[in-house]
């Protein structure tokens, strides 16, 4: 089992700049990537980046790239979501992922990530 505690998030203004941390612990040996997911009142959980643990490739969603870096510290067990040039729609509950399952490809669907953060609200005001 692995367990996720994200932090970081708050309420900036718009153009602002947030970083989101998440700490693995448990069975974080046999990770093989992480992801950021966000998701808004009414709104579907959406990707918003992702890092292979190995390799460290990133993949961003289009609404992020540019703007939104993502990285690891394998020694820390811990993923970060560096967010500049916030947007009002940004705002919503960022979620960290991790796959501990040797499945390559897929990186922005859910589905592919078994297990999940408690969430850390991020609010950008116009």
């Known amino acids: 089992q692995v367990q996720l505690v994200e932090s970081g998030g708050g309420l900036v203004q718009a153009g602002g700049s947030l970083r989101l941390s998440c700490a693995a612990s448990?069975?974080?040996?046999?990770?093989?990537?992480m992801g950021w997911f966000r998701q808004a009142p009414g709104k579907e959980r959406e990707f918003v980046a992702a890092?292979?643990?190995?390799?460290?490739?990133?993949y961003y969603a289009d609404s992020v790239k540019g703007r939104f870096t993502i990285s690891r510290d394998n020694a820390k067990n811990t993923v970060y979501l560096q967010m500049n040039s916030l947007k009002p729609e940004d705002t919503a509950i960022y979620y960290c992922?991790?796959?501990?399952?040797?499945?390559?490809?897929?990186?922005?669907?859910?589905?592919?990530?078994?297990?999940w953060g408690q969430g850390t609200q991020v609010t950008v005001s116009s």
């Open positions: 448990g069975r974080t040996f046999s990770t093989y990537a």
């Open positions: 992922a991790v796959r501990t399952y040797a499945v390559y490809g897929e990186y922005g669907s859910p589905y592919k990530y078994n297990h």
């Open positions: 890092i292979t643990w190995s390799g460290g490739i990133t």
